[in-house]
């Protein structure tokens, strides 16, 4: 079956993979900043009609350029307006990356480690969250990883069709700026630039041919929506994009500031269990053939492009180093090989970090029905000193006690499969099935209650506003939710679009304002016109009626 009939194994992954990534997407609200923001560009594209520009508060968004955008938009012409649609793509995009793994572990060693690729990366945590997510980076770290690959094919000479790879990585690259910028030309050409140095072969690659059918797909491609902008008038893009990019490097975004080693750590215990049997094949380049180890030279370069370079940048959010998934997980796929082949064996200092990182990720899960059930004996003993995270966890949710079973269930088949099992086979495939297992009944039965405390008392009372002729904002806290969940229409009047003006109470309708529970007094002594209606989880609610 493994060698003769590759267009099943890609069938049974694709279903496989559909069945993972797309049921129970709908399941939680979306999540403020990032899924809300994108679903809120993509549904006031819908409402006013414009594709080209990307709008928040329909005000031009361009931090973004619209490809991840048009696509929610197009989703929510199918499905409407709601949180499958704005997920969907990402499920798809899952079943995509995952087909593009087997193919390229197939293509560049066996069948046999194209499907140990597609296990581990969808077993491994953050890698399979993010497709069952509304945020860009999935379709963006699949445009770069192709471009990428694409080159590499170009730049090994077994490889025929070199014109074909050049277009294609230029066409792909081209494709992740249209998703999400410039920075990808800049991965791109780091980890490219890096490769030639080490390698010292620039003749292939500098020369007037390769760099002209580059340099004109990348900028007809990439540039698309630019020269879009231009020729309608908005000569301005450009600049604010690259002043965007700039500060990213310079400054911390809001709340969003961490120290230089972030992003190790947030790969270490984020892309687990693929992370530890990473670091075995991370070394030396022993692979069989030329171009096994080409590739993986690649691999570690990009790896350590995209990790320097986010370290670096001052904003530090988990998804930017996401493009190291990609790396990551193949180097973990080369060290399952090699201990199937017997060539390496699961030592000791592997089982003790695996079992330590199992507990620390199960014992949070069994934990919860706990901390709901004694939340008031954590109240009194004064642990929180943060007022919103208490009123935050005031929220009644439901939390049936087999969820904590499920962080016993992982703990225990993971020690069982890391020192009881003997046959190595039978435990990787355990460890990593497992995680699997873990990871997608947490998304199910976790994520749905924990976004009940952070944000759903707002959320519901933006959704109670449908319909209804007002104006809905926040105050001293940036959210995106306020827009999307009252379904708020393209108002005539431009004032609204101004939070001073929907505070001083000259509004021409019903103005609803949501604080956070530690700014209500403030709130109430500079607007006294607006009168308290609740204050629910967190949430103060205020109204001041035309």
Known sequence: MLKSKPFQLQFIIAIIASLLFIPYIGAAHLFDWDEINFAESARE???????????????????????????????????GVNEFAARFPNAIIGVITLLLLFRTGNKLYSQRTGLIWVLVYSSSFFPFFYFKSGIIDPLFNLFIFLGIYQFYLFANKQFSNTHLHIFLSALFIGLA???????????FLLTSFIYMVINKNYKQF?????????????????????????????????????????????EKGAGHGGFFGYHFVVLLIGVFPASIFAIRSMGANNEENERQRDFKQWMVILFWVVLILFSIVSTKIIHYSSL???????????????????????????????????????????????????KQVIFDSDLIHDEFAVGNLNAQVNWPIIISFIGVFYILTMIYFLWFNEKIRVSLLGIFASSLIFIELVIILVVPRIEKYTQNAAIEFYKDRIGEDCYVNTYDFKSYAQYFYTKMPDHPNEKVKDGAWLLSGNADKTVYIVCKNFDQEEFEEKYPHFEHMETK?????????K
């Open 324 to 374: 190291c998934y990609f790396p990551l997980t193949f180097f973990a796929t080369l060290t399952v090989n090699k201990m199937l082949e017997g060539s390496m064996k699961l030592s000791i200092w592997m089982k003790v970090v695996l079992s330590f990182l199992t507990f620390i990720w199960g014992i949070i899960v069994v934990a919860l029905p706990f901390v709901e059930k004694y």
């Open 177 to 187: 700026t249209l998703t999400k910028g410039p920075v990808a030309l800049l991965i």
């Open 537 to 545: 989880n967190g949430f103060a609610f205020y109204v001041h009626k």
């Open 206 to 250: 500098l020369n007037w041919r390769v760099l002209g059918i580059y340099l004109i797909t990348y900028l007809f491609v990439g540039g698309f929506w630019f020269i879009l902008q231009f020729l309608s008038g908005n000569h301005s893009v450009m600049i604010d994009f690259i002043q965007y990019m700039i500060r990213l490097f310079e």
């Open 45 to 79: 594209m819908l409402v006013s009609g414009n594709y080209l520009d990307v709008q928040i508060n329909y005000i031009s968004f361009l931090e973004k350029p619209p490809l991840f955008f048009w696509l929610q938009a197009l989703s929510m012409k199918v499905f």
